[in-house]
């Protein structure tokens, strides 16, 4: 069964895209979702202990590792990332777990693309493989969240089941270009 790891990049008690991740680990059979929620745990990025014995780092890291591929739900602020979902990725910058991964972005207020384009040159420079079918603008309304009403919503029901969909897809493809690079070797 196909691994997916949720990243939220708010810390909010009634974040709208740490719902829209509960919601697509709801939804998602045939895929086992999980949802990293330590990142309000997580100190702030420091290069001098890059390595150092942070739990929630070390945990962040190997759940990182054990998935097949990556959502980030993030929102936007200023007109930039979050610092709580940049720190996150600072932590592994040099370590190295996001690279080769299938990952999709989300935000659940499509309006904000400022931060988009930023999160998405940081993962481009991190090698990172965002997948453009899979990272679609999920029209949660505005408003305070609601999740029994983004339950119910079949719009967002369809975007999130394309979302899985895609991410699987591409965690396949990269897996039968795995197996037909080792025959080759
Ligand atoms: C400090 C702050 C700055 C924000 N800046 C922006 C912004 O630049 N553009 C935007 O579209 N929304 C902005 N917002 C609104 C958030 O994107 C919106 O509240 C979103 O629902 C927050 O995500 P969450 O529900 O997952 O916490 C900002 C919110 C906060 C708290």
């Given at each position: 069964m196909i691994?997916?790891?949720?990243?939220?990049?708010?810390?909010?008690?009634?974040?709208?895209?740490?719902?829209?991740?509960?919601?697509?680990?709801?939804?998602s059979a045939g895929v086992?979702?999980?949802?990293?929620?330590?990142?309000?745990?997580?100190?702030?990025?420091?290069?001098?202990?890059?390595?150092?014995?942070?739990?929630?780092?070390?945990?962040?890291?190997?759940?990182?590792?054990?998935?097949?591929?990556?959502?980030?739900?993030?929102?936007?602020?200023?007109?930039?990332?979050?610092?709580?979902?940049?720190?996150?990725?600072?932590?592994?910058?040099?370590?190295?777990?996001?690279?080769?991964?299938?990952?999709?972005?989300?935000?659940?207020?499509?309006?904000?693309?400022?931060?988009?384009?930023?999160?998405?040159?940081?993962?481009?420079?991190?090698?990172?493989?965002?997948?453009?079918?899979?990272?679609?603008?999920?029209?949660?309304?505005?408003?305070?969240?609601?999740?029994?009403?983004?339950?119910?919503?079949?719009?967002?029901?369809?975007?999130?089941?394309?979302?899985?969909?895609?991410?699987?897809?591409?965690?396949?493809?990269?897996?039968?270009?795995?197996?037909?690079?080792?025959?080759?070797?």
């Amino acid at each position: 069964m196909i691994k997916i790891l949720g990243i939220s990049g708010s810390l909010r008690a009634r974040s709208k895209n740490s719902a829209l991740l509960r919601l697509i680990q709801e939804r998602s059979a045939g895929v086992e979702v999980t949802i990293f929620h330590r990142m309000g745990s997580m100190p702030l990025f420091n290069p001098d202990v890059e390595f150092g014995p942070f739990e929630a780092v070390l945990e962040f890291r190997k759940q990182i590792r054990a998935a097949d591929a990556v959502i980030i739900a993030s929102p936007e602020y200023a007109h930039g990332v979050t610092g709580v979902m940049k720190n996150a990725l600072d932590w592994i910058v040099g370590s190295g777990e996001l690279v080769n991964k299938p990952v999709a972005v989300l935000n659940a207020a499509p309006a904000s693309t400022h931060a988009n384009l930023a999160l998405l040159e940081t993962l481009r420079v991190m090698n990172v493989p965002v997948i453009p079918g899979a990272s679609l603008a999920m029209p949660v309304s505005r408003g305070e969240l609601d999740e029994e009403k983004m339950r119910n919503d079949v719009t967002l029901g369809d975007l999130i089941d394309r979302c899985v969909r895609e991410l699987a897809h591409a965690v396949e493809r990269a897996e039968q270009k795995r197996l037909a690079d080792l025959a080759i070797g």
